[in-house]
């Protein structure tokens, strides 16, 4: 790709809405609830034609932030583009996902780049954390809460076995969708995602450090815990042992991870932790 040849692919919908537009101009013209503008990125929920969509719109970050991140050992997100890979990844893992409706990258200068993804708005969708926000206080159905927790966790061993680091996976990135029969989750809000061909013990470290600090104060006990992992690593009984013991230096990692994101958490909302 070179700024003379953008990348640019818009569904139908879409392309009607912005017909006789630029759809780089469109995309950062578009008007809509703003749910986030800041550090070069902007993220809004708008409707066209009677069809509600979210736009994120990735400005260039420029060169001190991409050595920033560099320096510290991270990748930078240089736009759009890793989201709509992290997608088309997930879809081909048969992950319920976001819905592309649009995308576009123009720009040879990584530091410029300018790019956007389209996607369906989910609307009427609670995130889990939303769906367990008291249940310290009032737990649901052991029916309901174990349908939930063995969901996540088949999702989140789908994720890694197929190569992927989510890098953003607490509960607020779950989407619930109602289901007749059992809970049908969407995972959402992949821009820093990660593939690989095979996921490091680090990454799945930090993805589950990451998720279990989100379910603590849930109200979920060590059964559940075991419950989740039994799933993650799809092994009962004494296999489950083996596996315990097998994954201990990985669990640690993840607990300390947990533990530090937790009392991080709670200090930025003034809340007091011991």
Excluded at 40 to 65: D, I, M, P
Excluded at 78 to 85: S, Y
Excluded at 208 to 214: D, F, H, I, K, N
Aim: proline content about 3%; charged content about 25%.
């Amino acid at each position: 790709m070179s700024a003379d040849h953008p990348a640019l692919e818009l569904r139908s919908d879409l392309a009607a809405a912005w017909a006789g537009r630029d759809p780089f101009e469109a995309a950062l013209g578009q008007t809509g609830t703003v749910y986030r503008d800041q550090d070069q990125r902007r993220t809004l929920r708008f409707e066209a034609a009677g069809r509600a969509y979210f736009l994120k719109v990735h400005r260039g970050v420029g060169w001190c932030e991409i050595a920033k991140n560099l320096v510290r050992g991270r990748v930078p997100i240089l736009g759009a583009a890793t989201e709509l890979r992290a997608v088309r990844t997930l879809e081909r893992l048969g992950i319920a996902t976001l819905t592309v409706a649009g995308f576009g990258s123009k720009g040879a200068n990584p530091a410029r780049r300018v790019s956007f993804l389209v996607t369906d708005a989910l609307d009427g969708c609670p995130s889990l954390e939303d769906v367990a926000r008291d249940w310290h206080v009032c737990r649901p159905a052991p029916k309901d809460r174990h349908a939930l927790i063995k969901a996540v966790a088949a999702i989140v061993a789908a994720l890694h076995a197929g190569g992927v680091q989510h890098r953003d996976l607490y509960l607020c990135h779950f989407l619930l969708r109602a289901a007749a029969d059992k809970p049908r989750l969407v995972v959402i809000d992949l821009h820093r995602a990660r593939c690989y061909r095979s996921l490091p013990q680090s990454a799945r470290a930090k993805d589950l450090g990451a998720l279990w600090s989100s379910a603590l104060d849930r109200g979920l006990g060590r059964v559940d815990l075991l419950r989740f992992f039994a799933c993650y690593v799809g092994a009962r009984g004494a296999a489950l042992r083996v596996a315990i013991a097998r994954e201990a230096g990985m669990l640690a990692a993840a607990r300390c991870r947990a533990r530090r994101i937790h009392k991080r958490e709670r200090a930025r909302s003034g809340v007091r932790t011991l």
